[in-house]
């Protein structure tokens, strides 16, 4: 009843920015703005990782330390989108990102250490060269 995807991932230099976009499509009888709504990622070899999460209605907003002050998180809820606005990238980023939607999330920064989120999209490749 709940689908997600992303879009906008690509190859970048350091130093640039990138948009990601994240659809999500929901059974008829479902509010967007009742699910919070976050980006992971995972680069090769490490696990994934909280990035940043909003709150259903934009209210709240978590970021991990190592995006703060580059990343910016935003949704639009006429449109059932979630953005993440990256600058000032480093090849560090370099990443599958994944949006992630649940009822539950972001209600507290925790809920970026943790991946026990109910629905999570392909992912979208990022590629920041040096």
């Known amino acids: 009843q709940v689908q997600v995807a992303e879009s906008g991932g690509g190859l970048v230099q350091a130093g640039g920015s990138l948009r990601l976009s994240c659809k999500v499509s929901l059974a008829h009888d479902y509010d967007f703005d009742d699910y919070g709504m976050g980006w992971f990622r995972q680069a090769p070899g490490k696990e994934r990782e909280g990035v940043s999460c909003i709150s259903g209605r934009g209210d709240r907003k978590y970021y991990s330390d190592f995006v703060k002050g580059r990343f910016a998180i935003s949704r639009d809820n006429d449109k059932n989108m979630v953005y993440i606005d990256m600058g000032s990238l480093e090849p560090e980023d370099t990443a599958i990102y994944y949006c992630?939607?649940?009822?539950?999330?972001?209600?507290?920064?925790?809920?970026?250490?943790?991946?026990?989120?109910?629905?999570w999209g392909q992912g979208t490749q990022v590629t920041v060269s040096s």
């Open positions: 992630v939607a649940d009822r539950y999330l972001c209600q507290s920064e925790s809920d970026l250490l943790h991946r026990r989120h109910n629905y």
